[in-house]
């Protein structure tokens, strides 16, 4: 595994710690959680530099599903992270508060909105890029040769994971978040910080399981597809 590739993983890694540490606002306070932002956006700079050539393809016609779908989860991930940072801006009582803006409720409640929105598109974009992620790991670790333990294993914590992951949408009430009829609230008296932190990991699991096994589908409809019938669409 290349040194570039080490890097950008670990930054990526950073990355998705930052968002799931910024979701814990009763805990970590408003000056924390908007350092912790502010720290998020700029390792998502250095994830877009990472991947700057893929601004170059947007434009370009894909044909395969795979590619459509990665596209616009790619342009979704970015308009909402662009409506995060404005909306981080907007209700900064810290890093931004020389900016002379008005916060308001309606602006918490669209904060929170996007922030659900952009852990649940995160999540599927970690789903697309697994088996790139997995190959490197393995590249890294060593283990060339297929495991039928380890891939049981894998999957079998895969499976559990994303059903705790149901359970969890419903603890951290995202129904609630995406429908703005709460603002941000991590806390909650009958379950800890570190327990919901979990629930958190466990909502990006389900989500990054979902799409990865969608792509597998996707991928191997489109491996038994005659030959004949893949030119005519070429």
Known sequence: MSAPLIVRLALDFLAASSLLFAFAYNWI???????????????????????????GTITKRRREPRGIIAKMINLSLLAAMLALL????????????????????TARQLHTLVGYLVLLVVSIHLGMSWSLIMGALRARLGLVA??????????????????YG???LFVVKIGSK????????????????????????????LGASLAHFAVEMIQGRRDRRPSGAQNSRG
Request: aromatic share 12%; net charge positive.
């Open 29 to 55: 306070g408003n000056a924390v959680h908007e350092f912790i932002g502010a720290a998020l956006f700029v390792l998502l700079i250095s994830h877009n530099v990472f991947n700057r050539r893929w601004y």
């Open 86 to 105: 404005v909306t981080s801006i907007v209700i900064s009582q810290t890093v931004f508060s020389f900016l002379p803006l008005t916060s308001s409720f």
């Open 146 to 163: 297929s495991s039928r333990l380890r891939t049981y294993v894998l999957r079998t914590a895969t499976v559990m994971i994303a059903a």
């Open 166 to 168: 149901v359970h969890s």
């Open 178 to 205: 995406l429908s703005m009829q709460v603002p941000m609230d991590f806390g909650s008296f009958q379950v800890s910080t570190p327990a919901l932190l979990v629930h958190h990991v466990a909502i990006v699991g």
